[in-house]
């Protein structure tokens, strides 16, 4: 698939090379994009180094010595929210007019966006890591000059990396960065306590590993396809006076759910303070 013919778009800069910009340009050549269609910018040799070998891409270093990405007609900018103002403030006066901007920035809002781009056609993303294998989770928001057509452009772009949902409250990009953004940490973190728990109680390493990788994609799989609610297939595999009860009762009586919310709502205000620190 020719990104220019399939979805209207000749070109795509991506303004940093990362993990996100890398899963990005991975769902994008799986559905049949063209490396000389893609171009990113990065001033790390490493970064460009490892864009070139993964995906035959060209990555510029010094965008001022290269100005072949400059006719590109949409952006993304996958830089950190610490970086955004300068990367911008550098590299706005370059492009034309016409271009679409998705940032992927977490927590820099749209208004920081227009002033330092000097164009309203900016779309938001908050991804997720489980983009790298196609199965990210992404809220999106758009400004009201970004047309339906160009919305569709950001779908398709984001397709390769999973699911999207378009939220009409940018402050709710906060709420989805806690939810999602961070998400696959807060699951790290409770395999980790899950698969030590095991190995403190006698299983061997790789086994209680493997035993609780295995249960939460199971979990999830089955809470995915089931029309069941949350809380009714909990209640399922609670036996009353069973050994899921009592540690589950556990649980209530330390005030984990309470504490893990409260830990939500810590990363939800973070993504705020970001804009606030940084989208000035």
């Known amino acids: 698939m020719n990104i220019s013919s399939k979805q209207n778009i000749d070109h795509i800069t991506f303004i940093g090379g990362g993990n996100m910009a890398s899963a990005l340009i991975k769902g994008l050549l799986n559905k049949g994009g063209l490396p000389s269609n893609i171009s990113v910018i990065d001033p790390s040799p490493e970064v460009g180094l490892r864009i070139k070998k993964d995906f035959s891409i060209q990555c510029i270093s010094d965008p001022k010595q290269d100005a072949s990405w400059q006719t590109c007609n949409f952006i993304v900018w996958a830089v950190k929210p610490q970086q955004m103002k300068e990367a911008c403030d550098s590299l706005a006066q370059f492009f034309c007019n016409s271009a679409l901007h998705l940032s992927v920035a977490a927590g820099i809002p749209s208004s920081s966006l227009v002033k330092w781009l000097g164009t309203k056609r900016i779309v938001r993303a908050m991804p997720n890591t489980p983009a790298l294998i196609g199965l990210g989770q992404s809220g999106l928001f758009a400004l009201p000059g970004v047309t339906n057509q160009e919305r569709q452009h950001v779908e398709n772009i ?33 395999l980790e306590a899950l698969a030590e728990a095991g190995v403190e109680l006698g299983l061997d390493t790789e086994v209680s590993k493997q035993l609780a990788i295995g249960t939460f994609i199971g979990a999830g799989q089955l809470a995915l396809q089931s029309n069941e609610t949350l809380s009714t297939l909990r209640e399922r595999v609670t036996s009353k006076g069973g050994t899921t009860e009592a540690a589950l009762n556990h649980m209530k009586d330390s005030g984990i759910s309470e504490k893990f919310k409260e830990a939500v709502k810590a990363a939800q205000e973070k993504a705020f303070q970001l804009g606030v620190n940084y989208g000035n």
């Not at 409250?169 to 409770?190: H, I, M, N, R």
């Open 158 to 190: 984001m397709k390769g990396t999973g699911q999207s949902v378009w939220i009409e409250d940018e402050k709710l990009l906060d709420v989805v960065t806690a939810v999602s953004g961070s998400g696959p940490a807060y699951v790290f973190y409770f």
